[in-house]
């Protein structure tokens, strides 16, 4: 027998898709439309405290929270109101209200360039989450951990791509939460 292991696939699928293609797994939406205690992983999930790169003692209630406060548009500059949102909700700032993305703040404070989509996945997006799994969730995380070590799990995201350097995709934090879990 095969040694378990951790899948992503769209929460848009349905149960008996995902039971066939993966069949005895335990199924985890670990999106913000979970179940407790899985909800949990989600970067909309309002844990308070989350520092934000770049901050120097600014913190967010979310990881979500920090990506949608620190990028730039056309129209409109940094929204630290998003650093507060705890209901999970009102947090994305979209190119059809703002116009064109034009990049990410380093920080809060506007200082330095606009950071590149990729530089600011590395930079604010990543940081962010990794100080979650490692600090508000790290019981969520182990408890993930455990069930993977003795059955295939599969973790339901909206999104699949867990490539941080592809672009034309928006990023799987399941992904990364896999990566995370199995120490890659």
């Keep these: ?4 292991s951790i899948h992503v696939a769209s929460r848009r ?15 985890v939406d670990v999106t913000s439309k979970g ?21 120097a003692g600014v913190t967010s209630q979310s990881v979500e929270g920090v990506w949608q ?15 507060d949102v705890t209901s999970m909700k009102g947090l994305k700032r979209t190119v059809r209200r ?8 380093p920080g809060p ?11 600011a996945r590395r930079r604010i997006y990543l940081p962010a989450y990794h100080w979650v799994l490692e600090n508000p969730a790290a019981g969520v995380v182990a408890r993930l ?21 592809d672009l034309s995709r928006p990023l799987s934090h399941a992904a990364l939460l896999r ?4 120490g890659r």
């Design 1 to 4: 027998m095969d040694s378990p």
């Design 179 to 182: 990566r995370y879990v199995e």
């Design 13 to 27: 699928r349905s149960s008996a898709s995902l039971a066939a293609e993966f069949p005895g797994a335990e199924i």
């Design 98 to 105: 703002f116009g064109p993305v034009l990049g990410h703040r």
């Design 145 to 165: 951990r455990e069930m993977a070590a003795v059955r295939d799990v599969v973790l339901l995201d909206y999104t699949l791509n867990g490539d941080v350097a």
């Design 69 to 83: 406060a620190l990028k730039v548009f056309e129209g409109a500059d940094v929204d630290l109101a998003k650093l």
């Design 35 to 55: 179940p407790e205690p899985w909800v949990r992983l989600s970067p909309f999930f309002p844990h308070g405290g989350i520092p934000v790169p770049g901050g």
């Design 109 to 119: 404070y506007g200082e330095g360039p606009l950071l590149p989509y990729e530089t």
